[in-house]
Structure formats: C-alpha cells, structure tokens
C-alpha cells in the first residue's frame, strides 16, 4: 500500500520559516520524481517544486529563492524548506510521486499570518 504522509505544516508569521516532511512508503522511491503542490482556498492546485531522483530541481516563479526542495533516498523523504514567508503562501500542501503511477498525500495546512 502506498502513503504519502506530510508533516511539518503550522502557523507560521510573515517573515518566518518552515519545512515540509514528505515521507513515502510502498513504492521504489527512487523511481519516482517528488514534488510539492498547494492549493489555496477558492483556488486551484498548483505546483511549487519538484525533484527528480537523480537531484534536478523545478520552481514555481512565486516561490524561487524562498523555498529548496530537496530530497533524501536513504529515508524516502522529500522536503521543503520554505523561508521569507508571505501571507500568499497560505495553502494546504500536498506532496506527490510522480511516476508510472501517480500518488498523492492527504496535505498539511501552511498558514502565514500576523
């Protein structure tokens, strides 16, 4: 059975930081490319990082130099490290593997607000 299960999510002020967990069991991770997805309410899902297997990393404009995704095999974890975080920013985030098959996590609430 696959699972996808983020961690890490939480109130966070203007300005402040926080890192994601992404911990995958059930499937070869190293096959797969891990990414990153929000979805803010009223709004559709979009992407905000992806890593391939090999390291190959991709942003979303609104989130270039303020978030690093990054991932280690050994522990079949994905994270994110989002930093200089606005207000816009608030969304639950959803880690996904991407691969012959696709598999999505249940999200973690991100909030940022004063």
């Known amino acids: 059975q696959v699972q996808l299960v983020e961690s890490g999510g939480g109130l966070v002020q203007p300005g402040g930081s926080l890192t994601l967990s992404c911990a995958a069991s059930g499937i070869i991770f190293t096959s797969y490319t891990m990414g990153w997805y929000r979805q803010a309410p009223g709004k559709q899902r979009e992407l905000v990082a992806t890593?391939?297997?090999?390291?190959?990393?991709k942003y979303a404009d609104s989130v270039k130099a303020r978030f690093t995704i990054s991932r280690d095999n050994a522990k079949n974890t994905v994270y994110l490290q989002m930093s200089s975080l606005k207000p816009d920013d608030t969304a639950v985030y959803y880690c996904?593997?991407?691969?012959?098959?696709?598999?999505w996590g249940q999200g973690t609430q991100v909030t940022v607000s004063s």
């Open positions: 996904k593997a991407a691969g012959f098959f696709d598999y």
């Open positions: 890593i391939t297997s090999r390291g190959n990393t």
